[in-house]
T-cell receptor, first 109, second 117 residues
């Protein structure tokens, strides 16, 4: 079993839709959870990070962590074509980032 | 300056060639990383440098040789590569995020797309 599991998609939604991206993880020691966005032919960029359980909101983006279920989510409201990218969840441990597989999202105008 | 700059952006090399990838950051980050990313896969960690010293080597073959000449520069020397080494090579640097001593914000470069022929 991989430490971090993420559905690779691809996921295609119409503009304005609410997008839900999810990851599960197996290591209960993880405490710090991140979401990276990677556009084609670019490096990943940090989108949001959360500590322990709870929600964090930043504009149209909401990150949610449920440590009891070992489940994290990223919600995108009012999705835009510019949100089309690969979204990677990541957890930080021992000086390393452990990435999920990445979900490829396409938002159609 | 909030960027990690990687050169070259594209590289095609033969299996007997020697080439180097370069990475530069001027954000004062003291940790720098090399990652390898294959198509539709997440980045895989190769090496970590902390304060210019190699701290993590993820069992990378010796045909990849990292070097950190100073706190702003990171090189990856390539020799006798195989076609399966073709990938996007990403450099990153990191610092602790404010208020979170255990969370490190990574800044990635745009990568070098390497093709081995």
């Amino acid at each position: 079993q991989k430490e971090v599991e993420q559905d690779p998609g691809p996921l295609s939604v119409p503009e304005g839709a609410i997008v839900s991206l999810n990851c599960t993880y197996s290591n209960s020691a993880f405490q710090y959870f991140m979401w990276y966005r990677q556009y084609s032919r670019k490096g990943p960029e940090l989108l949001m990070y959360t500590y322990s359980s709870g929600n964090k909101e930043d504009g149209r983006f909401t990150a949610q962590v449920d440590k009891s279920s070992k489940y994290i989510s990223l919600f995108i409201r009012d999705s835009q074509p510019s949100d089309s990218a690969t979204y990677l969840c990541a957890m930080h441990q021992g000086g390393k980032l452990i990435f999920g597989q990445g979900t490829e999202l396409s938002v159609k105008p | 300056d909030t960027e990690v700059t990687q050169t070259p952006k594209h590289l095609v090399m033969g299996m007997t060639n020697k080439k180097s990838l370069k990475c530069e950051q001027h954000m004062g980050h003291r940790a720098m990383y090399w990652y390898k990313q294959k198509a539709k896969k997440p980045p895989e960690l190769m090496f970590v440098y902390s304060y210019e010293k190699l701290s993590i080597n993820e069992s990378v073959p010796s045909r990849f040789s990292p070097e950190c000449p100073n706190s702003s520069l990171l090189n990856l020397h390539l020799h006798a590569l195989q076609p399966e080494d073709s990938a996007l090579y990403l450099c990153a640097s990191s610092q602790q995020l404010t208020g979170h001593p255990q969370i490190y914000g990574y800044t990635f470069g745009s990568g070098t797309r390497l093709t081995v022929v």
